[in-house]
């Protein structure tokens, strides 16, 4: 459990770390692109082609599954997490910095991103800002 803990820890920090704050203008999306949700982060990281869409995404049994690109290649998958994903940072410009359930901020990343089971000390990743 542990080694699964730390493999996990390790995927997180190596690719959120690295998500992109650059805005895209979709038909259906404008902004920075970044999706945070309760049980699915989306996020652009440096491929090796240039940003390539990752997804972060807790399935119904529970397990956290790792892919890329519109094909979503599965990268990697760990069972039985019952992870949450929760966001860090200040939404609206007078607000405090707090913990928010929903990510609706398409103007810049969250600085952080806490995984919780409820149980063990939670994962908490630092994003890359430019602020």
């Known amino acids: 459990a542990v080694d699964q803990r730390n493999k996990l820890e390790n995927l997180l920090n190596k690719n959120l770390s690295s998500a992109l704050s650059i805005k895209v203008d979709y038909k259906d999306y404008r902004g920075v692109y970044f999706v945070g949700r ?9 491929g090796k ?9 807790r399935d119904n049994n529970g397990s956290i599954i790792f892919t890329r690109g519109i094909l979503k290649d599965e990268i990697a998958s760990f069972k039985n997490t019952q992870t949450k994903f929760s966001y860090f940072g200040k939404i609206k410009p007078r607000e405090h910095k707090k913990w928010h359930a929903i990510w609706v901020d398409n103007t810049k990343l969250p600085e952080l991103i806490k995984f919780s089971d409820g149980r063990d000390n939670p994962i908490i990743v630092k994003t890359w800002r430019e602020d």
Do not use: A, D, Q, S
């Open 49 to 57: 082609n240039g940003p390539e869409k990752r997804t972060i995404e």
């Open 38 to 46: 309760p049980t699915i982060v989306k996020y652009l990281f440096p």
